[in-house]
Nanobody, 124 residues
Framework: QVQLVEFGGKLVQAGGSLRLSCAAS????????MGWFRQAPGKDRDFVAA????????YYDDSVKGRFTISRDNAKNTVYLQMNSLKPEDTAVYYC?????????????????WGQGTQVTVSA
């Protein structure tokens, strides 16, 4: 069984930065691509970013490209999301997830394990 726990969400002013962390249990972390998603109240869960198992390839939604950076430390079983130049529209619960498909994907259905989420609130 895989457990994912996110850390780092909080209230921040527009233009500020935050780093989210996601710690994974288990010995197979380095074999899987990982992703970050977010969900605002009343909206669908949306793709934010993904990273390949080795960390050599990263993918971003256009809304965060150039502002957010996904990274991972396989020795620590942790994936990170560095968020800069935050905007009020970035406000959401952020989830990390493990992808089970081979090709890196932005689809929710491609991910099998999810964390409980961490709240990020960006004030104007």
């Amino acid at each position: 069984q895989v457990q994912l726990v996110e850390f780092g969400g909080k209230l921040v002013q527009a233009g500020g930065s935050l780093r989210l962390s996601c710690a994974a249990s288990g010995r197979t972390f380095s074999s899987y691509s990982m992703g970050w998603f977010r969900q605002a109240p009343g909206k669908d869960r949306d793709f934010v970013a993904a990273i390949s198992a080795s960390g050599g390839n990263t993918y971003y939604d256009d809304s965060v490209k150039g502002r957010f950076t996904i990274s991972r430390d396989n020795a620590k079983n942790t994936v990170y999301l560095q968020m800069n130049s935050l905007k009020p529209e970035d406000t959401a619960v952020y989830y990390c997830a493990r992808q089970f498909t081979i090709v890196v994907s932005s689809r929710v259905s491609a991910y099998d394990y999810w964390g409980q989420g961490t709240q990020v609130t960006v004030s104007a």
